[in-house]
């Protein structure tokens, strides 16, 4: 991160920009832009920072106030992080084998706990309440009305920072009532020169295959162990083994074997037609040999199979099989 202000090299001009008057805050942010170039992590520090009692010459959080402290224990009481919770199953009965799922999205009660936090003063004389919202396309239709009510009467000295991925799933209105920053996307030469000072290897080819998001390349390290050996044996085509092949895939998680079978039949298709690869850049000599064997038609029919179960990736269905049955049909695309 960057040394001024605890943030990405790639965010300094971003920074700056709304250090300017920071005196003069708008009262709602809305940050945005793709996953994995720091959004998140921008919007902590920067809440941070505007809740110092004593910032720095650049605006950065001094770190070491009550203020500091408060927001490095999670207990600052001028602020407020909403995201999707985790919630526990209504029939479950007894408390030590409770159940809990994961929630997508951010529910109107949620958004209604805040009216109490709105109508209080800040701890600090003259200081600011921040509300974080995080991923804000998890509002769905009642929580997001129910944020507009507030963003269209807003409350003194309260800031909303509103971070999201997916900026055409929150309402006109909404958008319409905040301030909107466009997050940066780092190019190539930033985005390896930060992954090389936190140590990862082989960055630049984990960073085609994750689209050019650095964070997702530093958080997966784990995953590309596991990637290593789901090339190795996609690499062999009609020779790989289904049955065996299928436990790997699904090792991590259903929607990361499916994904990795997706992109290798993205550039094996590119190889066939004569086109770069997009993801496995240090593959192109075993996806040519591949590419020379495939039947097209096949390879396109397989591809839609394998859209069909990324979408079931979630349900309950026996993923062994439905992978298994995938990577069959991977081997059979390759003419003898």
């Not at 007894?94 to 109508?119: C, E, H, Y």
Request: aromatic content about 6%; some cysteine; hydrophobic content about 40%.
């Amino acid at each position: 991160m960057n040394s001024i202000a605890n943030i990405y090299p790639w965010q300094a001009q971003v920074w700056q920009h709304l250090n300017k008057d920071s005196q003069r805050m708008p009262h709602a942010l809305l940050l945005h832009g793709r996953t994995g170039i720091g959004k998140y992590d921008f919007a902590r520090v920067f809440s941070q920072a505007l809740l110092c009692a004593n910032r720095g010459q650049h605006g950065q959080a001094c770190g070491v106030c009550s203020s500091c402290n408060w927001f490095n224990d999670n207990s600052h009481p001028d602020f407020r992080l909403l995201s999707p919770e985790q919630e526990v199953e209504a029939d479950d009965e007894v408390v030590s084998t409770k159940k809990t799922k994961k929630k997508t999205q951010i529910s109107v009660a949620q958004i209604r706990d805040l009216s109490g936090f709105l109508s209080l003063s800040s701890h600090r004389s003259n200081g600011l309440r921040i509300v974080l919202i995080h991923p804000a396309e998890a509002l769905n239709l009642a929580s997001a009305n129910a944020l507009l009510k507030m963003l269209e009467e807003p409350a003194t000295g309260v800031v909303f920072i509103l971070v999201v991925h997916q900026l055409q799933r929150l309402l006109p209105t909404i958008i319409s009532r905040c301030q909107k920053v466009s997050m940066p996307i780092p190019d190539e030469s930033q985005a390896l020169a930060w992954l090389s000072e936190q140590g990862v290897a082989n960055a630049k080819q984990q960073l085609a295959y994750l689209e050019g998001s650095p964070i997702k390349v530093f958080n997966e390290q784990l995953q590309f162990t596991l990637l290593t050996e789901i090339w190795r044996m996609l690499a062999l085509g009609r020779k790989l083994e289904p049955n065996v092949a299928a436990p790997a895939f699904i090792a991590n998680s259903v929607e990361v074997g499916v994904v990795a079978l997706q992109k290798w039949i993205y550039d094996l298709a590119a190889m066939k037609l004569g086109k770069q690869t997009r993801y496995h850049l240090q593959h192109t000599s075993a996806l040519q040999g591949l590419a020379e064997k495939v039947n097209l038609s096949r390879l396109f029919d397989l591809q839609r199979k394998t859209d069909e179960l990324r979408k079931l990736a979630l349900h309950p269905l026996n993923h062994d099989l439905q992978m298994e049955s995938l990577l069959l049909e991977y081997t059979r695309v390759f003419q003898s």
